[in-house]
């Protein structure tokens, strides 16, 4: 049996449950292709990362990196742990605003919002924008002032650490389009300016080395980097920060092969270095925040598929296609992801086949896995790719007209459909007709 799998996960009839929930029964209900959450999962990661900050006695923050994951009721189990949430969007900040979510606890991303998205976050009285560039920080200066509107705020900078990651997901390198270089001292330059803008209150350093990360190095170095920052800032300065934002980045298990790190391994890692660089170095010790994504959500998480056409190309390679793929799941073509699937209806049989599961669309890199171990398959079986639950739904898309799938939430033996399936009449829905028929040829 795939070990991402327990025995906890089967029902007497062997069919793989998802918060209590039979997968096939889900399948019946709402089809498939099928985003599932095991919301008790995602209240136990978060229940997780609290317990380490508590254990340790220190005054922290959790924000919920939601473009792992975002719809309304996500932000509602957010906001019912009590955690922050970081938005990269209007339209994130939007969806937290639709949930009830408490504007107060958003931190606001991105290295290029647009003005209308800072209006907006001012407007929703949002708790902190973490500023990213001069650009902004002029707009947000000059709108603060005009507004006489007091906004805190974090400069995100640019640590030159780069993590041990695809290089797509990497982004504390020097080389990034994100943040406040540190080398050439524009960091210094931005805390200047910030302290200068009469209504901005710089409450923190904010920094993300990367994502699906799997050592704790890079992060005990952004600590080192940043509190010798901050020792230096308090002198020639006099600006004491309150906040080391380490941001996200913690890596998860999606194959047997990984072999990630405890979210409270990192997290221990983080604040001990942080109590021992800033007694070290003379600085008052520091809150600390992270911003999980990925590892609040991705195991929580699976996608249902039905099994479609298949191929064998004798001696080469055998297909089995499902009825979703790339649109549902960008991440094995962009970068490369791996993920395990298992029959839905008993994940205890053996193998008897070595498959690649490809998508339906109209692309040759639109294979969600390849060369897995699976038992005996036929059309209609459902196939379960676990581990699905962080920046699957968030980056879907629909090329080739395909309507995206359903989200159901499932605990304690229920499901509730958060998310609607789309529909064909949604994806025309948006589109306007020639304004003169005749010239459609
Ligand atoms: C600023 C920032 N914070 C947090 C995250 C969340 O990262 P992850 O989902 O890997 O935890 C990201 C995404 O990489 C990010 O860009
Ligand atoms: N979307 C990426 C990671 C997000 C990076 C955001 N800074 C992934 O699926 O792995």
Known sequence: MNEQITNADLNAAHHLTVGGVDTLDLVQKYQTPLYVYDTGAIRQEIQAFKQV??????????????????AVAMYQVAAQAGIHCDVVSGGEMYTAKQAGFPMANLSFHGNNKSLTELTEALDYGVGCIIVDNFYELAQLTQLTTQREQLTKIMLRVAPGIS?????YISTGQEDSKFGFDLNSHQADKAVKQAQAAPYLDLIGIHCHIGSQIFELNGFKMIVDKLVTLFARWQTELGFYPQIINVGGGFGVKYTSEDQPLLPTEFVDAIIKETIAQTKAKHVPMLEIWIEPGRSLVATAGMTLYTL????????????????????????????????EAVLAKDPTLPSEQVASIAGKYCESGDMLIWDQKLPATKPGDVLAVLDTGAYGYSMASNYNRNPRPAVVFCENGHSQLVVQRETYADLTRLDIPLATPEDVK
């Open 308 to 339: 479609g056409a298949s191929k064998e190309i004798p001696g080469i390679r055998k297909y089995l296609a499902v009825d979703g793929g790339m649109g549902d799941n960008i991440r094995p073509a962009l970068y490369e992801a791996k993920y």
């Open 163 to 167: 993590a041990h990651t695809h290089e």
């Open 53 to 70: 900050f508590e254990a340790n006695d220190v005054n922290y923050q959790i924000s919920y990196a939601s473009k792992a994951f975002a």
